[in-house]
Structure formats: structure tokens, C-alpha cells
């Protein structure tokens, strides 16, 4: 059974930083793009960022750039995505997705992990 597993959400204070991880169960992530999303109680999941699987493209959305970075280690088989600067609207429960290719439709995606909450407060 292919399985994504999250982890590193925590409580931390605005302008602080975490490193989320995704890590694979069964199957080789680098055959995979993998897209972090976040959803907060009643609103829908929104795309965060993604990496795609052909040449390692990074996609960002405007509210995270430059501040959040996506990444692979292929020899762990996890995708991290390190936060910083972060602020009271980035607390959420924080989702990876895998599929053949990147997209911000979280209908898109075959395989999601159980998520990880982050939040931001002082």
C-alpha cells in the first residue's frame, strides 16, 4: 500500500521557522511530483508549492515566496518544505500530495498523507 506520511508541524511564534517532511511508504518519490497543500476548518485545501518530478521545477504560491522552500532527497525518499518568516495566516494543517506531474487542483492528486498542524502564534 503506497502511503505519504508528514511531519514536523509544531507551535511556533511569528517569524519563526519549521522544516515540514513527506516521506514514502512502498513506492520511490522521485517518480512522483509532490505538492504541499494546506487547508484550515471550513476553507478548501489551497496549493502551497510543488516539485515536479522531470527537471525539478519548484512552483511556489505568491503568498509563500521567498520565504518557503521546497526540496528532495532522494537517497531519504522525502520532500521537505522549510518555512520561514512565518506569520499567524500560514497555521494549518499542511498535506503532501504525489501525481505525475504538478498542478494546484488537489483533486489532481492520487495519494495524500494524513497531514501535520502548523501554527503560528505568540
Known amino acids: 500500500q503506497l502511503q505519504l506520511v508528514e511531519s514536523g508541524g509544531d507551535l511556533v511564534q511569528p517569524g519563526g521557522s519549521l522544516r515540514l517532511s513527506c516521506a514514502a511508504d512502498?513506492?520511490?518519490?522521485?517518480?512522483?511530483?509532490i505538492g504541499w497543500f494546506r487547508q484550515v476548518p471550513g476553507k478548501e485545501r489551497e496549493g502551497v508549492s510543488c516539485?515536479?518530478?522531470?527537471?525539478?521545477?519548484?512552483y511556489y504560491t505568491d503568498s509563500v515566496k521567498g520565504r518557503f522552500t521546497i526540496s528532495r532527497d532522494n537517497a531519504k525518499n522525502t520532500v521537505y518544505l522549510q518555512m520561514n518568516s512565518l506569520n499567524p495566516e500560514d497555521t494549518a494543517i499542511y498535506f503532501c500530495?504525489?501525481?505525475?506531474?504538478?498542478?494546484?487542483?488537489?483533486?489532481?492528486?492520487?495519494?495524500w498523507g494524513q497531514g501535520t498542524q502548523v501554527t503560528v502564534s505568540s
Open positions: 500530495g504525489a501525481d505525475i506531474k504538478c498542478s494546484w487542483d488537489p483533486e489532481e492528486y492520487g495519494y
Open positions: 512502498g513506492f520511490t518519490l522521485n517518480y512522483y511530483a
Open positions: 516539485i515536479s518530478t522531470s527537471d525539478g521545477s519548484t
